[in-house]
């Protein structure tokens, strides 16, 4: 046993690129509370990437160490965060926390710790993100996001934006413990299925109000986020959202078939709207 509390979990799959994973990765290492890194190839990845995590993995010390599961099939993001919360779960040490990391971003150093900070106050939250700073391919910072604080104005809002970015969110892991884990019926919407789940099911959310992960937003990101499947796919998951959380309004309705439209106008028209409703 020791002394480290937090658990990160990140998926990679052979679309990620190598020298962003290990920016990723390194800081992750470089966070001033001591982790521990489980990371899932979901499928089959590049030599370079399969070959860093192994040599890594064979580093492990008390304070931070790299647990590497290769998986050969592809299963997607939902299936692989489950495999990854399960490892943990199962695994000796008895951690307090689980927080979520995307192969493509960047946490300041002091992420984890103000997190954990953060959770120690405020002992009703279960689920914590944070704001992020959007940057570009030349290391541009373009924007700064910082999302409400509190439960019920991120549960109010659920319906027209996501309550978390989803690569900063830190969990209690006894959320975990109780069986909760993320839809892998949905396609598309895997984390906003998540949330509303867990909105549901009365889990408390929240935000720090700072920016504690850099998030990469290169110039394809808005086209993964368009065509037609996609815009169907969040246009069910709104409309079932509103269904279980007892929000079905025409403002609600409106706003889902608005953004349904945002998903399928050209990519000219989708910028200037992102621009501003970010």
């Given at each position: 046993?020791?002394?480290?509390?937090?658990?990160?979990?990140?998926?990679v799959?052979?679309?990620?690129?190598?020298s962003?994973?290990?920016?990723?990765?390194?800081?992750?290492?470089?966070?001033?509370?001591?982790?521990h890194?489980?990371?899932?190839?979901?499928?089959?990845v590049c030599?370079?990437?399969?070959?860093?995590?192994l040599?890594?993995?064979?580093?492990?010390?008390?304070l931070f160490?790299?647990?590497?599961?290769?998986?050969?099939?592809?299963?997607?993001?939902?299936?692989?965060?489950?495999?990854?919360?399960?490892?943990?779960?199962?695994?000796?040490?008895?951690?307090?926390?689980?927080?979520?990391?995307?192969?493509?971003?960047?946490?300041?150093?002091?992420?984890?710790?103000?997190?954990?900070?953060?959770?120690?106050?405020?002992?009703?939250?279960?689920?914590?993100?944070?704001g992020c700073?959007?940057?570009?391919?030349?290391?541009?910072?373009?924007?700064?996001k910082?999302?409400?604080?509190?439960?019920?104005?991120?549960?109010k809002?659920?319906?027209?934006?996501?309550?978390?970015?989803?690569?900063?969110?830190?969990?209690?892991?006894?959320?975990f413990?109780?069986?909760?884990?993320?839809?892998?019926?949905?396609k598309?919407?895997?984390d906003?299925?998540?949330?509303?789940?867990?909105?549901?099911?009365?889990?408390?959310?929240?935000?720090?109000?700072?920016?504690?992960?850099?998030?990469?937003?290169?110039?394809?990101?808005?086209a993964?986020?368009?065509?037609?499947?996609?815009a169907?796919?969040?246009?069910?998951?709104?409309?079932?959202?509103?269904n279980?959380?007892?929000?079905?309004?025409?403002?609600?309705?409106?706003?889902?078939?608005?953004?349904?439209?945002l998903?399928?106008?050209?990519?000219?028209?989708?910028?200037?709207?992102y621009?501003?409703?970010?």
């Amino acid at each position: 046993m020791n002394d480290v509390n937090v658990a990160v979990i990140m998926s990679v799959y052979k679309n990620d690129n190598f020298s962003q994973i290990k920016e990723a990765v390194d800081s992750i290492m470089l966070q001033t509370l001591h982790c521990h890194l489980f990371v899932v190839a979901d499928g089959p990845v590049c030599p370079d990437v399969h070959d860093y995590f192994l040599t890594i993995a064979g580093k492990n010390n008390c304070l931070f160490s790299v647990y590497y599961f290769p998986r050969a099939t592809n299963l997607g993001l939902a299936p692989s965060l489950n495999e990854l919360i399960d490892y943990v779960l199962q695994s000796e040490n008895k951690y307090l926390y689980i927080a979520r990391m995307d192969a493509d971003d960047i946490c300041y150093p002091e992420r984890l710790q103000k997190q954990v900070d953060y959770f120690l106050v405020h002992q009703v939250v279960d689920v914590l993100g944070t704001g992020c700073v959007e940057f570009s391919s030349t290391n541009e910072s373009i924007y700064t996001k910082i999302l409400p604080e509190k439960n019920k104005t991120l549960k109010k809002e659920l319906i027209k934006r996501c309550p978390f970015v989803h690569p900063s969110v830190m969990f209690r892991i006894n959320l975990f413990r109780d069986g909760v884990r993320y839809p892998t019926d949905t396609k598309f919407t895997e984390d906003y299925a998540f949330w509303v789940l867990l909105a549901v099911k009365g889990y408390e959310f929240g935000n720090v109000q700072e920016a504690l992960i850099k998030f990469r937003f290169e110039s394809d990101v808005l086209a993964r986020r368009r065509g037609l499947k996609k815009a169907n796919s969040e246009f069910s998951a709104r409309w079932n959202a509103m269904n279980q959380l007892d929000c079905m309004s025409l403002e609600n309705i409106f706003y889902s078939f608005a953004i349904w439209g945002l998903r399928v106008v050209p990519p000219s028209i989708a910028n200037i709207a992102y621009k501003k409703l970010r």
